[in-house]
């Protein structure tokens, strides 16, 4: 008989986006979270300024969203909902939709990557329900991050999630200019004035593709994966505008924008830009279970109900698609965002979020400070001859040591913070990757 692997070794598990090799060498491991902190197997608390990956936005170990879960695995563990349903699968959707006007359906699915492949999926065949077959191209943006489901790879437009899947990514693919100038737009505070005509970009895919093959844009309102890419003002409008001239649907991936981020419901909300589909998952349920859904405008669901009533309109869907559990979870989660004022307070909290961040301007090797809503990238200039993303690692951890968990994409250092935060927890974070900075060479 083999072997049994011990409970803490650390080799069998094949860490996502993670160097495995580096990270088992000396280990960072959280055991505990609760509010604004984790706490490690020994005990020692770690301020999250990262609200777990973009989505823990109610703060963690909520006692509302415990029990609700607790109360719904004991009543009704699991559903399907393929030609069955069960009740708050459909009370969390008309939640949901009441929240933007406008947007009249929700699909279900368990992570961004799926909501980014059901929303390009949505896109196509509705194309071809309203007789627009032809329209099969889908556009994504350079340095956009979509997930990581062949589809979301696709439109994605970050190199090193893409190079060596290309065989096998989506033909029918093309790619708009990124908003990002690092000598017009650095140390921007929120949106930066110069660029909204990159967003006609576009126009030239259409010159060269025509209209009448493209299904679907896609973009991130606020690029979040890529180090925090705000969008220059006016630029989303403009590109609502071009791809309403074409007839091309145009999708929004809210999985890090959405349930309050930028101080508003939804991107769309905040920026006053109605996308025709709209992606979301980790805020929707705190993070406390996976789930997302993908919001459709008015009409969207109509143009597929046209053909006999006992077919299946669209042949796309998950086992765990409104998972009970999840549902559960969050509906307990909008409780938490309606009763505390969250969202309200996210946007109170900006303006002083945004001040504290770019106090770090002037810092050394510091050469971009980017921000909208609780969110922040603090992009430091790549170490000569060094591998990339070598002091954007080096930030990761050292913070971590000092009690303060930040997140980093190459060089840039991310943060983004439950929106129960406090203006003095907000000071020990900028305080703790000030000091970071100075030590790193």
Same mark, same amino acid.
């Given at each position: 008989?083999?072997?049994?692997?011990?409970?803490?070794?650390?080799?069998?598990?094949?860490?996502?986006?993670?160097?495995?090799?580096?990270?088992?060498?000396?280990?960072?491991?959280?055991?505990?979270?609760?509010?604004?902190?984790?706490?490690?197997?020994? $005990?020692?608390?770690?301020?999250?300024?990262?609200? $777990?990956?973009?989505?823990?936005?109610?703060?963690?170990?909520?006692?509302?969203?415990?029990?609700?879960?607790?109360?719904?695995?004991?009543?009704?563990?699991?559903?399907?909902?393929?030609?069955?349903?069960?009740?708050?699968?459909?009370?969390?959707?008309?939640?949901?939709?009441?929240?933007?006007?406008?947007?009249?359906?929700?699909?279900?699915?368990?992570?961004?990557?799926?909501?980014?492949?059901?929303?390009?999926?949505?896109?196509?065949?509705?194309?071809?329900?309203?007789?627009?077959?032809?329209?099969?191209?889908?556009?994504?943006?350079?340095?956009?991050?979509?997930?990581?489901? %062949?589809?979301?790879?696709?439109?994605?437009?970050?190199?090193?999630?893409?190079?060596?899947?290309?065989?096998?990514?989506?033909?029918?693919?093309?790619?708009?200019?990124?908003?990002?100038?690092?000598?017009?737009?650095?140390?921007?505070?929120?949106?930066?004035?110069?660029?909204?005509?990159?967003?006609?970009?576009?126009?030239?895919?259409?010159?060269?593709?025509?209209?009448?093959?493209?299904?679907?844009?896609?973009?991130?309102?606020?690029?979040?994966?890529? $180090?925090?890419?705000?969008?220059?003002?006016?630029?989303?409008?403009?590109?609502?505008? =071009?791809?309403?001239?074409?007839?091309?649907?145009?999708? %929004?991936?809210?999985?890090?924008?959405?349930?309050?981020?930028?101080?508003?419901?939804?991107?769309?909300?905040? %920026?006053?830009?109605?996308?025709?589909?709209?992606?979301?998952?980790?805020?929707?349920?705190?993070?406390?279970?996976?789930?997302?859904?993908?919001?459709?405008?008015?009409?969207?669901?109509?143009?597929?109900?046209?053909?006999?009533?006992?077919?299946?309109?669209?042949?796309?869907?998950?086992?765990?698609?409104?998972?009970?559990?999840?549902?559960?979870?969050?509906?307990?989660?909008?409780?938490?965002?309606?009763?505390?004022?969250?969202?309200?307070?996210?946007?109170?909290?900006?303006?002083?979020?945004?001040?504290?961040?770019?106090?770090?301007?002037?810092?050394?090797?510091?050469?971009?400070?980017?921000?909208?809503?609780?969110?922040?990238?603090?992009?430091?200039?790549?170490?000569?001859?060094?591998?990339?993303?070598?002091?954007?690692?080096?930030?990761?951890?050292?913070? %971590?040591?000092?009690?303060?968990?930040?997140?980093?994409?190459?060089?840039?250092?991310?943060?983004?913070?439950?929106?129960?935060?406090?203006?003095?927890? =907000?000071?020990?974070?900028?305080?703790?990757?000030?000091?970071?900075?100075?030590?790193?060479?």
């Amino acid at each position: 008989m083999t072997a049994q692997a011990l409970p803490n070794d650390l080799e069998p598990f094949w860490m996502p986006f993670t160097a495995n090799r580096h990270f088992k060498k000396a280990p960072r491991l959280l055991a505990e979270a609760k509010d604004m902190h984790y706490s490690t197997p020994e $005990g020692r608390k770690i301020l999250d300024a990262t609200a $777990g990956l973009w989505c823990v936005n109610a703060g963690h170990g909520r006692e509302k969203i415990v029990k609700a879960v607790q109360a719904q695995v004991a009543k009704l563990d699991f559903a399907p909902s393929f030609n069955v349903g069960h009740p708050i699968a459909f009370e969390l959707a008309a939640r949901l939709t009441s929240m933007v006007p406008g947007y009249s359906q929700v699909f279900y699915t368990n992570s961004g990557s799926e909501s980014v492949d059901t929303a390009l999926k949505i896109a196509l065949a509705y194309q071809r329900a309203i007789g627009q077959g032809t329209r099969t191209r889908l556009i994504g943006r350079e340095r956009g991050y979509h997930g990581v489901g %062949f589809g979301g790879m696709s439109v994605g437009g970050m190199v090193a999630n893409r190079k060596i899947w290309g065989p096998s990514m989506l033909n029918g693919v093309d790619h708009i200019r990124h908003t990002h100038d690092p000598e017009k737009n650095a140390f921007s505070k929120g949106q930066p004035e110069w660029g909204a005509h990159l967003a006609d970009d576009l126009e030239r895919l259409v010159a060269l593709h025509d209209a009448s093959t493209i299904a679907a844009v896609i973009v991130e309102p606020v690029a979040g994966s890529t $180090g925090v890419l705000v969008p220059p003002k006016g630029y989303l409008q403009r590109l609502r505008q =071009i791809c309403d001239k074409h007839g091309i649907l145009l999708i %929004f991936d809210e999985v890090i924008t959405g349930f309050g981020r930028l101080g508003a419901s939804f991107a769309t909300e905040y %920026f006053g830009v109605k996308p025709d589909l709209f992606t979301t998952a980790k805020g929707i349920s705190n993070a406390t279970i996976p789930m997302g859904a993908v919001f459709c405008r008015k009409g969207i669901y109509d143009a597929f109900m046209n053909g006999p009533e006992g077919m299946i309109e669209v042949f796309h869907g998950y086992t765990y698609s409104a998972h009970p559990v999840a549902c559960a979870a969050a509906l307990a989660t909008l409780d938490i965002y309606r009763e505390e004022g969250l969202f309200e307070r996210a946007a109170e909290l900006s303006p002083y979020w945004q001040e504290a961040v770019h106090s770090m301007k002037g810092l050394p090797n510091v050469i971009d400070i980017r921000n909208l809503g609780l969110t922040a990238g603090i992009e430091l200039s790549p170490r000569p001859n060094a591998p990339p993303t070598s002091r954007g690692m080096d930030a990761h951890l050292k913070a %971590f040591e000092k009690g303060v968990m930040v997140r980093f994409s190459g060089e840039t250092i991310c943060m983004s913070p439950p929106l129960i935060i406090s203006k003095g927890q =907000i000071d020990q974070i900028v305080d703790t990757v000030t000091d970071v900075i100075k030590t790193i060479h």
